[in-house]
Each structure stands twice: as structure tokens, then as C-alpha cells.
């Protein structure tokens, strides 16, 4: 069984390789930033303004904004992550894999019990992981029978939310 990571619902700020926040003004994402480029390489990152630049040569001074030099955030999951399980993230897994779904079918498909997939999908639902999909014509078993439709008829079909994506991406990954 695979350990699930930990979280705690923060995301981070991280800075692009070969760049740091200098110690002597410490910027924020607020405040307009300069960058220093330092004899090792580095480009030590200034608020505009900072009494030290008086003293660099306006040579090493680079013009920056922070969408250029930083990485996207780290995405940690919310704590209700640690509510779920490993049946959890099969259900999840198999939404990405063949899209829109109903609970008996997944329960089929995964060997599951059919009233624990349908409570499941529930409390998904409830966890923002999963979305009811609106009564329409859906592709039949996506990635099997292609070319061939369906009209959504007497079953509540449920596909993955962009949280839900993100939290199966988390798990996969077993970051921790």
C-alpha cells in the first residue's frame, strides 16, 4: 500500500535557480524588485530603493519582476486530504483515466462493493474531488469504443474537479 503524503494546506514561494532574496532589504511580492548580479553567478534579488544598490556597479543591476524569477507554487492539498484513502484515489484514478462514470460501473470496473463506490462518489462529491455531470450525451467508455455516444439516462455520472486532478497528482507523486 502506498504511503500517502502529509500536508498542511500552505503553498510556498520559491525562487528560479540562481536567484535569492537579499538579506539586507528582504523584498516581498509586494514591492518592486532589482536584481544584483553577483560574482558567483547569483542574482541577489533587492527591493528598488535599497540603500545598498547606492554602492553596485550600475553595470551588475538587472531590471526583474517577480512573475519572471519565480516558480510556480507548491501545491499542497487542503487537510481533508488526509481523510482519504487508497479506494479513494482508485475512484479518482479511474474518472481521469476513462472521464464521466457511474458508481456501479466503476465498481465493476475496479472489483469494488457497489454500495461503497456509490458512498464514495458521495462524499467526493462533498470534498469538491468529484462533479455530477449535467444530464447530456457523454462518450461512451472513453479511450474504448470510440466514435460511439451515449445519452446520460438513469445513472448520476460523476467526473474529476480541477481539485479533484490536483490532489490525485499529489498522491501520485508521493511527495510528502
Given at each position: 500500500?502506498?504511503?500517502?503524503p502529509q500536508c498542511?494546506?500552505?503553498?510556498?514561494?520559491?525562487?528560479?535557480?540562481?536567484?535569492?532574496?537579499?538579506?539586507?532589504?528582504?523584498?516581498?511580492?509586494?514591492?518592486?524588485?532589482?536584481?544584483?548580479?553577483?560574482?558567483?553567478?547569483?542574482?541577489?534579488?533587492?527591493?528598488?530603493?535599497?540603500?545598498?544598490?547606492?554602492?553596485?556597479?550600475?553595470?551588475?543591476?538587472?531590471?526583474?519582476?517577480?512573475?519572471?524569477?519565480?516558480?510556480?507554487?507548491?501545491?499542497?492539498?487542503?487537510?481533508?486530504?488526509?481523510?482519504?484513502?487508497?479506494?479513494?484515489?482508485?475512484?479518482?484514478?479511474?474518472?481521469?483515466?476513462?472521464?464521466?462514470?457511474?458508481?456501479?460501473?466503476?465498481?465493476?470496473?475496479?472489483?469494488?462493493?457497489?454500495?461503497?463506490?456509490?458512498?464514495?462518489?458521495?462524499?467526493?462529491?462533498?470534498?469538491?474531488?468529484?462533479?455530477?455531470?449535467?444530464?447530456?450525451?457523454?462518450?461512451?467508455?472513453?479511450?474504448?469504443?470510440?466514435?460511439?455516444?451515449?445519452?446520460?439516462?438513469?445513472?448520476?455520472?460523476?467526473?474529476?474537479?480541477?481539485?479533484?486532478?490536483?490532489?490525485?497528482?499529489?498522491?501520485?507523486?508521493?511527495?510528502?
Amino acid at each position: 500500500m502506498r504511503r500517502r503524503p502529509q500536508c498542511g494546506g500552505v503553498s510556498i514561494m520559491r525562487l528560479k535557480e540562481d536567484y535569492i532574496i537579499a538579506n539586507c532589504c528582504q523584498p516581498s511580492p509586494d514591492d518592486e524588485i532589482v536584481g544584483y548580479n553577483s560574482y558567483d553567478g547569483i542574482i541577489k534579488v533587492h527591493k528598488c530603493g535599497c540603500p545598498n544598490l547606492s554602492k553596485a556597479e550600475s553595470a551588475r543591476l538587472v531590471t526583474l519582476e517577480w512573475k519572471e524569477i519565480t516558480r510556480p507554487e507548491a501545491f499542497l492539498p487542503d487537510d481533508d486530504f488526509n481523510e482519504l484513502n487508497d479506494i479513494d484515489f482508485m475512484i479518482l484514478n479511474h474518472h481521469r483515466q476513462y472521464g464521466p462514470d457511474y458508481s456501479h460501473k466503476v465498481a465493476a470496473m475496479l472489483n469494488l462493493d457497489r454500495r461503497a463506490v456509490f458512498d464514495c462518489h458521495s462524499r467526493l462529491r462533498e470534498l469538491g474531488l468529484l462533479e455530477r455531470v449535467e444530464p447530456r450525451m457523454i462518450q461512451y467508455r472513453k479511450n474504448i469504443v470510440k466514435g460511439k455516444w451515449i445519452k446520460h439516462r438513469n445513472h448520476t455520472y460523476y467526473d474529476l474537479t480541477d481539485k479533484g486532478k490536483r490532489y490525485l497528482d499529489f498522491y501520485l507523486s508521493g511527495r510528502s
